[in-house]
């Protein structure tokens, strides 16, 4: 099937490893995906429109679809050459918390540690990744308790800037960047040094960590502090 993107036609179709027994009409389901439709509406605007969205697989919940992963296909007019992109698709709105932690008038930025399978089950410092919530704030079933224990409430976050990032490859979803401020007591510092999910990092140090969600949202705090 095709759908009107601008002043062109692109056509939606399945990959050759999506199978569905109602492969049909799955595809008219997916063609009219909010997320599909607001992506494809801002490729109508900024461009560059694909030629074609190949679905690889739909995530859903009963009969809803929840998220969806995607190949965008695109030809040169010129050349004839194609390209590939992948795209991610899903209901939820990511976003990251970097917390701000005072501690003796020093500042430090609250990361998350965790094992990464892309380094061989190493530990990688990032910033904490959750979910924009109902009423827009950041969301995390991950943190919010540990945090609590300290005296840090989620539903003091707020957004770093008005405008999502792309970080990372195109295709993935924008991010939303919140931050809160908390002046921390040496013992409840102690608490979140014990914390084998969380690490204090220096302000100057986090650009170290590699992670660009972090380095971003740090980049941005000292704007505008």
């Known amino acids: 099937m095709e759908l009107t993107v ?9 990959h050759k490893t999506y199978s569905e027994p109602d492969g049909l009409d799955s595809l008219r389901a997916f063609a009219q995906y909010p997320p599909l439709r ?38 040169d007019a010129c050349s004839g050459t194609q390209t590939e992109r992948a795209l991610h698709l899903t ?3 990511p976003a ?18 965790q094992a990464e399978v892309s ?6 410092t990032t910033a904490m990744r959750g979910v924009v919530n109902a009423e827009g704030g950041f969301a995390s079933d991950t ?20 405008t999502a990032f792309t970080i990372g490859n195109e295709g993935e979803p924008a991010i939303r960047l919140f931050t809160l ?9 102690e608490q979140l040094h014990e914390d084998p999910r969380l690490a204090l990092v220096a ?16 980049s941005l705090v000292s704007a505008t502090a």
């Open 6 to 14: 601008g002043n062109r036609q692109v056509l939606v179709t399945a």
């Open 38 to 75: 607001t992506y494809l509406a801002d490729c109508a605007e900024s461009g560059p429109i694909p030629e074609a969205v190949v679905v690889r697989r739909l995530h859903r919940v009963a009969h809803r679809i929840t998220g969806a992963v995607a190949d965008l296909v695109y030809r």
């Open 91 to 93: 209901n939820a709105h």
């Open 96 to 113: 990251v918390l970097l917390p701000i932690v005072t501690v003796k008038e020093q500042r430090y930025a609250l990361l998350a540690r």
């Open 119 to 124: 380094q061989g089950l190493g530990i990688v």
């Open 143 to 162: 943190y919010g308790s540990a945090l609590e224990k300290v005296g840090i409430r989620l539903a003091d976050a707020t957004p770093l800037s008005s």
């Open 181 to 189: 401020t908390v002046a921390c007591d040496e013992e409840q510092a």
């Open 203 to 218: 302000l100057k140090d986090v650009f170290g960590a590699g992670d660009a969600a972090a380095s971003l949202a740090v």
